[in-house]
């Protein structure tokens, strides 16, 4: 190994600070990953877009508090894996295919809950089979509108 890579085994916690370089795909995880945790994610580097946005106010929805500091910054007050919270509305993921995929995985999850998500015109057209196909097959129930969102 190189003095700028480091091998981490499994571990049932984690604690200190990883740095990676921030863009879109990683902030949606990011602000994903901390609604799941328990406690406080700080999140700098945020890739701020309508997209994230989206992240951002789909946990929001979900019950989890998400304090923006600047630009770049949040802190995001995590529930736990099964702490979502089921809303009184449908979630809307906006044109972010990464949060419609995602976010489906994550709240199957939530036992005993029901959860809606829509989009915009375009993500709304999109097929969705590549996400309800698998979560069905590990026994989800999804409904489409003829594979497409809302789901």
Same mark, same amino acid.
């Given at each position: 190994?190189?003095?700028? +890579? ?5 571990? =049932?916690?984690?604690?200190?600070? *990883? %740095?990676?370089?921030?863009?879109? +795909?990683?902030?949606?995880? %990011?602000?994903?990953? &901390? #609604? ?12 701020? +877009? ?6 951002? &106010?789909?946990?929001?929805?979900? &019950?989890? @508090? ?6 770049? $910054? /949040? ?8 702490? *979502? ?13 990464? *949060? %419609?995929?995602?976010? !489906? ?5 939530? @036992? ?8 915009? #015109?375009?993500?709304? #057209? ?6 309800? $196909? =698998? /979560? !069905? ?9 003829? &594979?497409?969102? =809302?789901?």
């Amino acid at each position: 190994m190189t003095a700028e +890579s480091a091998l981490v085994a499994p571990v =049932p916690r984690l604690v200190g600070h *990883l %740095a990676v370089p921030g863009d879109k +795909s990683i902030s949606h995880r %990011a602000v994903l990953l &901390g #609604a799941l945790c328990d406690g406080e994610t700080r999140i700098t580097g945020f890739g701020r +877009s309508a997209d994230t946005e989206a992240t951002i &106010g789909a946990v929001r929805a979900l &019950g989890i @508090e998400v304090y923006e500091h600047g630009h770049e $910054t /949040l802190r995001v007050f995590g529930k736990g894996l099964h702490g *979502l919270a089921q809303p009184g509305a449908a979630i809307d993921c906006g044109n972010a295919g990464t *949060l %419609a995929r995602l976010i !489906a995985g994550i709240l199957v999850g939530q @036992e005993g809950k029901q959860f809606e998500l829509v989009g915009d #015109a375009s993500l709304s #057209a999109r097929p969705m089979g590549r996400i309800t $196909t =698998p /979560l !069905a097959q590990m026994g989800a129930v999804c409904e489409t509108d003829d &594979g497409r969102l =809302p789901l």
